[in-house]
């Protein structure tokens, strides 16, 4: 059983050697542990950290790319190099390394296929009141959108097994930790989490540089998750409304109609009739975005068996 740890890396030469000093050398149930980075375009000499180190993989970027392209790359990395376990955790040292065994353990155990660490989030002396309550918020969002009882869906401390690795998907460029979930919750991947510690805070977080755009851009990517994983219930609730609003001032009107009193209220017909058009014209397009999410769902499948067929061969090769 191979496990390999990966860690995003934008500038990170001030860092990364504490996380890396942080990270467990043996596990049970573990044959093999290697460590991988994904330099997103730094600039300072993280690469150079990390080979002095010891790191057995380096992904490099020329350019910043952003933590969700980084992450997928990654991961192919991991899925190439032969790994059975792919734990992501942060060049920072926000969370601590001994708790790695906490997140392999239900994956060890076949209890599950991806595992989330839950930060204790109120417990936690850097993050504002204001950032506690909407990473509950947040949290709530992409469970409800998920259909998952992930407690701390923004957290970025994960083990992936090598099935659903094979199977992830980020389209987005903004994070991966809300999409991915979605997706595991639509596909029905067995997804679980395990309580984590962390470390104190060595820098600020550079994914958002203000709470402002952290709440719009996670918004964006949660409802654009929805929108691709679960078109027809997304644009079917937004027809039905509209087409219920026209429908109810449509009946208002022929109430005024029949009782002598419809001077006036030509408007309301008038509003009446868009929208139930526009609630209708939704439906249809909703029904469409179902027609392409299930041809994307086949070529998603289409695409594990390839990965598949080829990592195991990758495999197999090494094993020889």
């Avoid at 080979?51 to 991991?78: I, R």
Wanted: aromatic letters at 8%.
């Amino acid at each position: 059983m191979k496990l390999i740890i990966q860690i995003p890396c934008l500038n990170e030469a001030e860092t990364l050697e504490i996380a890396l000093n942080d990270l467990p050398k043996k596990i049970d149930g573990i044959d093999e542990i290697e460590y991988l980075i994904i330099n997103d375009g730094s600039t300072d000499n993280t690469v150079e950290v990390a080979k002095k180190w010891g790191v057995h993989y380096v992904v490099t970027f020329k350019k910043n790319k952003g933590l969700a392209k980084g992450f997928m790359a990654g991961l192919e990395a991991c899925l190439r190099a032969g790994a059975d376990i792919i734990v992501n955790t942060d060049a920072d040292n926000q969370y601590c390394g001994e708790d790695i065994e906490k997140l392999v353990r239900p994956i060890l155990e076949e209890k599950a296929d991806i595992v989330i660490g839950e930060r204790p989030i109120d417990d936690t002396e850097h993050f504002s009141p204001l950032k506690k309550k909407l990473q509950h918020i947040g949290s709530w969002t992409v469970r409800v959108a998920s259909k998952s009882d992930i407690p701390d869906a923004p957290s970025g401390f994960r083990a992936y097994s090598r099935d659903a690795a094979m199977r992830l998907n980020v389209v987005n460029e903004y994070t991966y930790t809300l999409e991915t979930i979605v997706q595991a919750g639509h596909e029905k991947m067995a997804m679980t989490s395990v309580p984590i510690r962390t470390n104190a805070e060595l820098r600020a977080s550079r994914l958002f540089s203000s709470m402002f755009g952290y709440v719009k851009k996670s918004m964006v990517t949660i409802i654009r998750s929805f929108m691709m994983y679960k078109p027809l219930k997304f644009f079917g609730s937004i027809g039905i409304i509209a087409f219920l609003i026209g429908l109810i001032l449509g009946i208002r009107y022929l109430i005024f109609f029949f009782t002598g009193g419809a001077t006036g209220h030509v408007q309301s017909l008038i509003l009446a009739s868009t929208l139930m058009m526009l609630g209708c014209m939704i439906g249809i397009i909703g029904l469409q975005a179902d027609i392409i999410a299930a041809n994307r769902k086949i070529l998603e499948d289409v695409q594990y068996h390839v990965r598949k067929i080829d990592y195991e061969r990758v495999k197999e090769q090494e094993e020889e």
